[in-house]
Nanobody
Framework: QVQLVESGGGSVQGGASLRLSCAAS????????LGWFRQAPGKEREFVGV????????YYSDSVKGRFTISRDNAKNTVSLQMDSLRPEDTAVYYC????????????????WGQGTQVTVSS
């Protein structure tokens, strides 16, 4: 079992930065690739990006590539999502999730999920 708890959400103006964190716990969390998804009101959950189990490789959706950066600290069992140049269309609930296989970009590939944290970007 892997437990995930997100934090760091909030309300910001367009162009600002925000950093989300996800605290992971569980005996085997270091074996998992950790990803971020988001869900805007009235829309389906959308893949944002993922980092592999040892932090060597990342993969991002086109909508956030170049603006968002994922990192992880296995010593602290945390994964972070640094979001720069935020836009109103980035407004969503952001979820952290864990998957065993690479390269997981769909919800079905993830076994464990956090509860989400709200990010609101105003224009």
């Amino acid at each position: 079992q892997v437990q995930l708890v997100e934090s760091g959400g909030g309300s910001v103006q367009g162009g600002a930065s925000l950093r989300l964190s996800c605290a992971a716990s569980g005996r085997t969390v270091r074996n998992y690739n950790l990803g971020w998804f988001r869900q805007a009101p009235g829309k389906e959950r959308e893949f944002v990006g993922v980092i592999d189990w040892n932090g060597a490789t990342t993969y991002y959706s086109d909508s956030v590539k170049g603006r968002f950066t994922i990192s992880r600290d296995n010593a602290k069992n945390t994964v972070s999502l640094q979001m720069d140049s935020l836009r109103p269309e980035d407004t969503a609930v952001y979820y952290c999730a864990a998957a065993r296989l690479w390269r997981p970009t769909t919800e079905q590939q993830y076994a464990f999920w956090g509860q989400g944290t709200q990010v609101t970007v105003s224009s």
